[in-house]
Structure formats: structure tokens, C-alpha cells
């Protein structure tokens, strides 16, 4: 692992300079633009959670030119929202909140400095002349590869003027940028590990938003799993729109090899790439900084898993036994319109093989109701997708047509609105059956709980997650320490506990607290 660590963040040239010169990297700020009185900043976040790791690098960037951070609406002098671009409701969310925000704007007090508002992230890459020509009051827009470019960007605002960067880049991934934790919970966190996705299916607005797949030097991802684990993180998600595609061909010694065989009987529209470091590798590395700390990873593709994953995923007591296999539709006929790469049947077989090799494995999915031409009978067979496969998670939402998408160019978005509310609800309820009963079967066994902190309904109970990922609740009382010596301890964050699960739900499993734990200590339990 030494190999990867030193230099693992490197240094940009603005850094490196003579004593008697003055750093020019802000120039643009201008005496005493912040010098005076730094500027705070709001930032909301909004969508998946690349947008809640995006929003730690815009901080960190922030940071670095001096803003400071509030958690207080009214005393921001910079309010920023990360948004999302994937569905119109979510676009919608915004726009309402821009309403408030403007409203807020021009009612501040002359006294202070003037109120900065800017949309970054996806809805800005996708709609920049829309917001600044309808939202006047809004003042930066910025796409989700130009953060680096955000205090310039402000500065600009500073004048008065409207300033917009949505320049995709092919090889932007903010290695160099170490993103500031910005959640409460000290026990998880996220770590982006490539950007962007080549994918191109037919619904899907990201590559528009996003560009295409980049991936990050893997000695950045371990510079900064490390140091999460010395800050005492004991979960860590690897990010990414395709994450499993990840290849690093940053290193000279990654760029032979044969191009990464894909899962029996799905396909891709582009040309398969050879040469570098492919996401197993990662995942062995990541492994390794700390053998306590839980490894998660999302959003996968489901072409993209080779047999070496599974067999990390089953060696691997921090490896989670849990993954996500987005489906998008039963029906072989709505996979083709969608431009997925597989078949129903495919898909099926790599479900099997998943158990097969992981057993007890945890298996999620997303699912799209109403895309174009989808019938009764194309509907139903999603609905025996959801039987069959019996997912312990899902995420399901009416399909909702992008602009830019080739099912915007090339398809009718033809199923009434009333006819995809009937069948998302009729999805979320066989999912919701299914699920209850795959929780059921938990019932009796032992798992480990990663300890988030209290309930938020009943403060005399702890909750957390197991491998599985999935919800555990339990009550916050005395239990064995896990030294052997006989001595008790209440749990706290960041603790693992073996849990007997005593109940369940669709969401939630309950359960009686054993022990305190370890993950080596505890790997027949997973």
C-alpha cells in the first residue's frame, strides 16, 4: 500500500512559491475582498449522494479562499444549493426553493453585504441560461466540474454581475481535494471515486450532466480513506454514477492489460476499454487501510462484475455483503428501449450467481414505472421481477423524460401520468411484501450493527446498520464491553454490537443487543 500513499494528493503550482511573492491564486478577490469581514456561506444539498460528497468538495475549496461556514440560513452572505437534475420533481423542489430564497434576498437589510445566491451541480450544468435569465436574482451557477472555479465565480458576483461556469471536463476528478466532512456523524462517510458515465441509456439525463466516466487515482482514494479512518470514520461508501467501471490509468503500470470482462450476457454500446487498474484491485486496497472500517460502494452497473469482486466481498469480513443491482424494468422489451445491455434473462442469471457466491447477500435495485411504451403485461413483469428476486431495498420512481436523453429524441412518452402514479404504487407494495418477508427471515440470527446513534423515535433506543444495510434498532442499554472480562458498557456511535434480531419490518429490523464487537472478531456473523 506504500506504494500508492506518498504523493497521493498532489500539490498544484500556486502552492510553491518564492517567499517575497505574494500567492496569486486569489487574485481575482481584490484587496480585502474577504479580508475585511470573510463571507459566510449556506450550502444545501439536494439528490444522490455524489451531490452530498460535491458539496464537501465546494466547501473544501470555499474553505481554502477563506469563506466560513454557517448551519444558519439568516446569517449566510452566500447560500448555495447542490442540486439535482435526474427527475422533473426534483428540478421543481428547487425552483420553489429559489422563490423563498429570492424573496430573502430582497429583503436584506441594506446595511449588510448583498445576499450571493448560487445553483451548482446538475440543474445547473443542464438549465444555466434558463435560471439566469428567469431568476435574475440568482448570481453563480456552477456545473459539477467547476468547483474549483467557485471563489473566482464569487468574486465576479461581488461586482454585481451574474457569473456561470457548466464546463465539462474530461478529467476532472478533484483528486488533489481532500472534501470536508459535512455531516453530523463522525461514523460514515463518502468517498468519490470516479466521475461522470458512458453508459448512455436511453432515460438517463447524467452523462449530459455529468460527462463522461473518469476515474480517480487510486492513490488519492487511499490518501483519503486513511485519513477518514484516522479521524475515527468507520464506514466509508465509494461513490461513483458507474462505480465498478472505475479504471485508474494514472500509473504507467496500469495501462496494459486486457480490457474487463463483463457479466454473461450483457453488452455495452461502447467500445470496451483496455488497460488499467480495475475496481477489484481498488476494493483489495481500500480493504486493507483499515480492517475495521465497513467498505460500501454505489451505484453499480450490473454488466460490470467480475467473479474477483464477489470473492473480496466473500473473503472480506469489512466488506459489505450487500450490493446493488439496478434492474430499471422486468421486461426484456422495455430493457432494450431503455438501452440497458441485458435481458430480463440475463439479469436473472447474475442474480443467481450473486447468491450463489454470497450467500446471505443483501440485494437492492432501482426501478422506473411508465417509461416510454411500457404496457400492462411489460408492468407485470416488473412486478414478478419484484417476486422473484425478493430485494432487501429498492428504489422506485415514476419515470419521469429528460431533455437531452435519446428517449426524449427518439421516444413517446406516451403512459398517462394517472396510469404511472397506479403502477409505482403498485411496485412500492410488492416490494414492500417482499421485503418484509426477506426481513423475516433474519429473525433468530445474530448480526452486526454499526451503532449511527439514538432513534429518532424513541430515544431510549440505539440504531444502526448491518452488513446488509439495512436498518437496526435496539434498546440503548448496558451490555458486555467485548473486552472478555466481564465488564458492561452502553454502545455508543462508531461501536459494531451483535445484535439478535428479534422482529422486522419491510424498512426495519429490531433486535436484542448481545455484545460489543469486533468485524474480525465477528466475521461468521456477517
Known sequence: MQHFLPGAAPEQESRHLPDD????????????????????VYLETYGCQMNV???????????RS????TSRLEEADVILLVTCSIREKAERTIWNRLRHLTALKSKRPHSLVPLRIGILGCMAERLKEKILDQEKMVDVVAGPDAYRDLPRLLAVAETGQQAANVLLSLDETYADILPVQTSISSTSAFVSIMRGCDNMCSYCIVPFTRGRERSRPIASILQEVQLLSDQGVKEVTLLGQNVNSYRDT?????????????????????KPKAGGLRFAALLDWVSLVDPEMRIRFTSPHPKDFPDEVFQLLRERPNLCKQIHLPAQSGSTRVLEAMRRGYTREAYLELVHHVRASLPGVSLSSDFIAGFCGETE????????????????????FAYSMRQKTRAFHRLQDDVPTEVKLQRLKELMAVFREEAAAANAAAVGRAQVVLVEGPSRRSPSDLCGRNDGNIKVIFPDVEMEDGTGLGSTAKAKPGDYVLVEISSGSSQTLRGIPLRRTTLRESAAFR
Open 53 to 63: 460528497n460535491d458539496t464537501e468538495i465546494a466547501w473544501s475549496i470555499l474553505q
Open 250 to 270: 494514472s500509473e504507467v503500470q496500469f495501462l496494459s492489460g486486457a480490457p474487463a470482462p463483463m457479466s454473461r450476457g450483457f453488452s455495452t454500446v461502447y
Open 21 to 40: 511573492a505574494e500567492e496569486d491564486a486569489a487574485h481575482y478577490l481584490g484587496a480585502g475582498t474577504l479580508a475585511e469581514a470573510p463571507r459566510k
Open 377 to 396: 403485461a411489460d408492468h407485470q413483469q416488473t412486478v414478478s421481477l419484484l417476486r422473484q428476486v425478493r430485494y432487501n431495498g429498492a428504489f422506485i
Open 66 to 69: 477563506g469563506y466560513l461556514r
